[in-house]
Each structure stands twice: as structure tokens, then as C-alpha cells.
Antibody, heavy 123, light 107 residues
Framework: EVQLVESGGGLVQPGRSLRLSCAASGFTFDDYAMHWVRQAPGKGLEWVSSISWNSGTIKYADSVKGRFTISRDNAKNSLYLQMNSLRDEDTAFYYC????????????????WGQGTLVTVSS | EIVMTQSPATLSVSPGERATLSCRASQSFGSTLAWYQQKAGQGPRLLIHGTSTRATGTPARFSGSGSGTEFTLTISSLQSEDFAVYYCQQYDNWPWTFGQGTKVEIK
């Protein structure tokens, strides 16, 4: 069974940093691309970032480009999101997702998501 | 950026009835559209990918259709566990974009 467990969320002041982690199990982690999406409380889903199986291809939403960094450690079956210069509008639940393929090509898509971790940016 | 617009925002349906959810794209693309179900306090669950292919474990009462800029998710006979929020998502172009969601509630 695919399991994705996010951690690292919490309350942080504007301008500070936070690192999210996603522990993956139930599949061969280094065979698949991975994703982060977020959801402000009571709002819809927003794609944040994606990374291919070997970290060779990385994509970011314009809203986080230059502030967030996605990475993965295939030896630890883990996905990360380093979030710097946090803003009030970054407050959201952050979900880790597994892709159906290993490269970020148009025919592949997310097929599993975790339960999320809440990041609250507030002074 | 492809803007995805879902309608209606809220759909009130009685159990056993049919529900039809719409998703419109601001520009045409191929079949790279997915539908997700989300219940309160949970992450999204993939229902449909490739416009019309049911994901593993998706009941047959869920079907997807459409092309170009118009896509539809149909639930043929609503069950109690189907009351949730549904999102469409295009994965044809970066950035990936989602619709704002349709809440299916009990009438």
C-alpha cells in the first residue's frame, strides 16, 4: 500500500524558513517523480513543485520560485520542500504526491497524495 | 497558464441521483485531465486520469468524458460516501492548474 506521510509543518514568522519532509513507503521510491501541492484553509488546490526520479528535472510555480527548493533523497525514500522567506500567503496545508511515472512528461500524473501538514505563517 | 473553471460551485443531490460536474479550460489541450475527490481532513484521491480512465479502486459509477476545453465528471448514482469536493486538474502544460472545486452535498 502506498503511504506518504508529511511532517515539518508548524507556526513560523514571516520571513523565516521551514523544511517539510515526506516519508514514502509501499512503492519503489526512486522509480517515480514526486510533487508538492498546497491548499489554503477552506480554499482550492495549488500546485507548488515537482521533481523527477533522479532530480534531473524540477519545476516550480511562479508564486514560490526563488524561495522554495524541492529535493529528494532516494536512499531515504524521502521528499523535501525547503521554504525560505515565508509569507502570510504561504499559509496552507502542504500535500506530498507520487507520480504515475518517473519523468515529468505530459502523459504522467499524480496518483497518490498524503494527508498533509499545516504551515501557518504569522507574526 | 491554463485556467480551469469548474461549475457549479455547489451541487445539491439526493442519494441515488445522478450528478454531473463540469470543468472548462481557458485553452484547448489533449486528454491530460484528472479528477480528484477530497473529503474533509484528507488529502486528494485520484478518481480519473487521461480524461476518462478510472484510477485503481474507482467505482464504475464514476465516469469522465470530454475533449478540447470541456470536460465532465459524472456520478451515475450517488452513494453516501460520494459527498465530497471534486477538483479537475490539467497536467498538459506547466504550471499544472486545478479548478476551484465543486462541492457535492446532500439535498
Amino acid at each position: 500500500e502506498v503511504q506518504l506521510v508529511e511532517s515539518g509543518g508548524g507556526l513560523v514568522q514571516p520571513g523565516r524558513s521551514l523544511r517539510l519532509s515526506c516519508a514514502a513507503s509501499g512503492f519503489t521510491f526512486d522509480d517515480y517523480a514526486m510533487h508538492w501541492v498546497r491548499q489554503a484553509p477552506g480554499k482550492g488546490l495549488e500546485w507548488v513543485s515537482s521533481i523527477s526520479w533522479n532530480s534531473g528535472t524540477i519545476k516550480y510555480a511562479d508564486s514560490v520560485k526563488g524561495r522554495f527548493t524541492i529535493s529528494r533523497d532516494n536512499a531515504k525514500n524521502s521528499l523535501y520542500l525547503q521554504m525560505n522567506s515565508l509569507r502570510d500567503e504561504d499559509t496552507a496545508f502542504y500535500y506530498c504526491g507520487k507520480d504515475s511515472g518517473h519523468s515529468l512528461i505530459a502523459s504522467t500524473h499524480p496518483d497518490y497524495w498524503g494527508q498533509g501538514t499545516l504551515v501557518t505563517v504569522s507574526s | 497558464e491554463i485556467v480551469m473553471t469548474q461549475s457549479p460551485a455547489t451541487l445539491s443531490v439526493s442519494p441515488g441521483e445522478r450528478a454531473t460536474l463540469s470543468c472548462r479550460a481557458s485553452q484547448s489541450f489533449g486528454s491530460t485531465l484528472a479528477w480528484y475527490q477530497q473529503k474533509a481532513g484528507q488529502g486528494p484521491r485520484l478518481l480519473i486520469h487521461g480524461t476518462s480512465t478510472r484510477a485503481t479502486g474507482t467505482p464504475a459509477r464514476f465516469s469522465g468524458s470530454g475533449s478540447g476545453t470541456e470536460f465532465t465528471l459524472t456520478i451515475s448514482s450517488l452513494q453516501s460516501e460520494d459527498f465530497a469536493v471534486y477538483y479537475c486538474q490539467q497536467y498538459d502544460n506547466w504550471p499544472w492548474t486545478f479548478g476551484q472545486g465543486t462541492k457535492v452535498e446532500i439535498k
